[in-house]
């Protein structure tokens, strides 16, 4: 009898960049609707957010991070309040907007 295969866990560790812990607010703008929301972990690809909103995957959105400036990101998936997202700029915008924080942050020396 074949054995059915477990689904795979959301935010599972097959992810292409490493990511870091971080509890930064920011704000989630999609439409004319802007959010308050919570930046949990941060990589050079996306992030995990907490907002107060319900979103469905694929849906486009601005992450607006104070003092660094909009990051253009679609929900890859969601869970409860929680959104992973993904960036639609490349690694090089992140690595720029952050370049003061990368060291600190872990994310300098990302493949």
Do not use: Y
Not at 5 to 12: D, H
Not at 81 to 87: A, D, I, K, P, T
Request: with cysteine; charged share 30%; net charge neutral.
């Amino acid at each position: 009898m074949a054995q059915e295969k477990p689904a795979p866990l959301q935010g599972s560790d097959n992810r292409r960049h490493r990511r870091r812990s971080v509890l930064w607010p920011a704000k989630l703008t999609v439409g004319k609707h802007t959010v308050s929301c919570q930046i949990w972990n941060l990589s050079l690809g996306g992030a995990r957010v907490r907002v107060d909103l319900p979103l469905k995957e694929g849906s486009e959105i601005i992450l607006t991070v104070s003092d660094r400036g909009d990051i253009p990101a679609n929900v890859a998936w969601t869970q409860g309040e929680s959104l992973g997202v993904r960036f639609d700029v490349s690694e090089e915008v992140i690595r720029k907007m952050f370049a003061d924080r990368l060291h600190v942050l872990g994310l300098d020396d990302d493949d």
